[in-house]
């Protein structure tokens, strides 16, 4: 097993590096109106974008049996260590978000969105508050593998509430 291991989470579109890419790609747009010298407004704006899609990482590192999420930008990482042993289970519930989307050239077009995740979280029952995800997937199957993999590697507990559920809802019908 390697010492250290890294679980991208993907772009973060939060924190203070995306405000930043924002105001700096407004700022792009003006400097193109203003006919800024292209070559200065395109650097400014590739910038922009780099700052706007920041990376959310979950780093591990099994020698030192630590854990920590981080915002990784460009070759900084920003976030603290946690002692691996204050998190004591791993548990997988699923997201089923609904919005509307609607499109801002034709108001009156609009799409009803269903979007499915399945997301394992670390648990800390000690500090609540540091509990945070750990990784996402958007099939099932993928989803418990990964879960019964790290539950494993890490040593901790596994919940998986969306079997607890199914089994739940059969053992009300009778059909357990």
């Known amino acids: 097993m390697k010492d250290k291991e890294n679980i991208v989470l993907g772009a973060s579109f939060s924190g203070i590096f995306s405000t930043i890419g924002c105001i700096m790609f407004v700022v ?11 070559l200065t407004t395109h650097i400014f704006m590739i910038f922009s974008i780099i700052f706007i899609v920041s990376v959310e990482v979950v780093e591990i590192d099994y ?13 900084i ?5 946690e002692p691996l042993d204050d998190f004591d289970k791993l548990v997988l519930g699923a997201d089923h978000d609904s919005f509307k989307l609607v499109s801002p050239a034709h108001p009156f077009f609009q799409k009803d969105v269903k979007l499915k995740s399945y997301d394992i979280y670390i648990f800390n029952s000690k500090n609540p508050e540091k509990t945070f995800l750990f990784m996402s997937f958007k099939n099932i199957p993928k ?6 993999i790290y539950a494993e590697k890490l040593n901790i507990e596994m ?10 809802v059969r053992e009300r019908e009778g059909r357990y």
Do not use: C
């Open 28 to 38: 792009g747009i003006f400097m193109y109106i203003t006919e800024i010298p292209v």
């Open 63 to 75: 020698k030192q049996r630590r854990i920590r999420k981080i915002i990784h930008f460009l070759f």
């Open 159 to 168: 919940r998986d509430t969306i079997q607890e559920a199914w089994d739940s």
């Open 77 to 81: 990482k920003f976030g603290n260590w």
């Open 143 to 148: 989803a418990h593998k990964n879960l019964r």
